[in-house]
């Protein structure tokens, strides 16, 4: 079926080294076919080193037995951002006990091919109840796929979302985010507050 989905997140961001981040981001989905979606995104971030504006363009497959791979591409809208380029993979658990759902989980790997920090491990859950999906997620950003590379990068997130019908989505969420250094020493930490909206027609 061929659907559209739009999305506006707002989040808003206090840290440590007087770093304030202000973020927002449409995003719509486009089903190609069963298996072939086509993503693509706009967003801006208000950052104490600068404004970003850029749109990450997406073409994602699901693969069989639950397993999705894509690949982004970031294009940028200003001169705070360079391209990147992404690729992922993504395998979901449906963890039950007892026959009892527990969680939806999601465990990711993506490749960023022109950054310093280019792995990104994942780990994404969720579960409803009835209108309400709270998730929660950990990111941890990597120098490489060596177990010994540096962690760049640690970002929790828990959100809870609210789907009144099939059309509309809200989501108030809480992100807490550190950046290191490659020697390991703090570079950054500050939390991000989000708001999002999401419509499909």
Same mark, same amino acid.
């Given at each position: ?9 707002? =989040? ?14 449409? +995003?719509? #989905? !486009?089903? $190609?076919? %069963? ?15 600068? !404004? ?15 397993? %999705? ?6 294009? &940028?809208? +200003?001169?705070?951002?360079? &391209? ?5 993979? /993504? #395998? ?5 006990? #007892?026959?009892? %759902?527990?969680?939806? @989980? ?7 091919? +022109?950054?310093?920090?280019? $792995?990104? !491990?994942?780990? !994404? ?7 309400? @999906? ?12 060596? &177990? ?10 828990? =959100?809870? +979302? ?6 509309? %989505? ?11 250094? &490659?020697?390991?020493? @703090?570079? =950054? /930490?500050?939390? @991000? ?6 419509? #499909?027609?």
């Amino acid at each position: 079926m061929k659907s559209l989905a739009f999305a506006t997140v707002l =989040a808003c961001a206090l840290a440590v080294h007087a770093q304030t981040e202000v973020w927002t981001a449409v +995003n719509a #989905k !486009y089903a $190609v076919s %069963k298996r072939w979606d086509l993503g693509a995104s706009f967003e801006s971030r208000w950052r104490s080193s600068g !404004y970003q504006q850029f749109s990450d363009l997406r073409l994602t497959r699901d693969a069989r037995t639950n397993w %999705k791979y894509f690949y982004e591409f970031r294009a &940028p809208l +200003n001169a705070q951002v360079n &391209p990147r380029h992404t690729i992922a993979l /993504e #395998k979901l658990w449906k963890a039950r006990y #007892k026959g009892t %759902k527990i969680a939806d @989980i999601t465990f990711g790997t993506r490749y960023h091919v +022109n950054r310093a920090a280019r $792995v990104r !491990y994942g780990i !994404y859950a969720e579960r409803s109840f009835g209108n309400l @999906i709270p998730e929660w997620s950990t990111e941890l950003w990597m120098s490489s796929f060596a &177990p010994w590379s540096d962690l760049r990068r640690i970002r929790h997130t828990a =959100a809870l +979302n609210w789907e009144p019908n099939k059309t509309w %989505k809200l989501t108030l969420g809480w992100s807490n985010q550190t950046d290191l250094r &490659p020697n390991g020493v @703090i570079h =950054a /930490e500050f939390g @991000i507050l989000r708001f999002g909206i999401r419509t #499909k027609f």
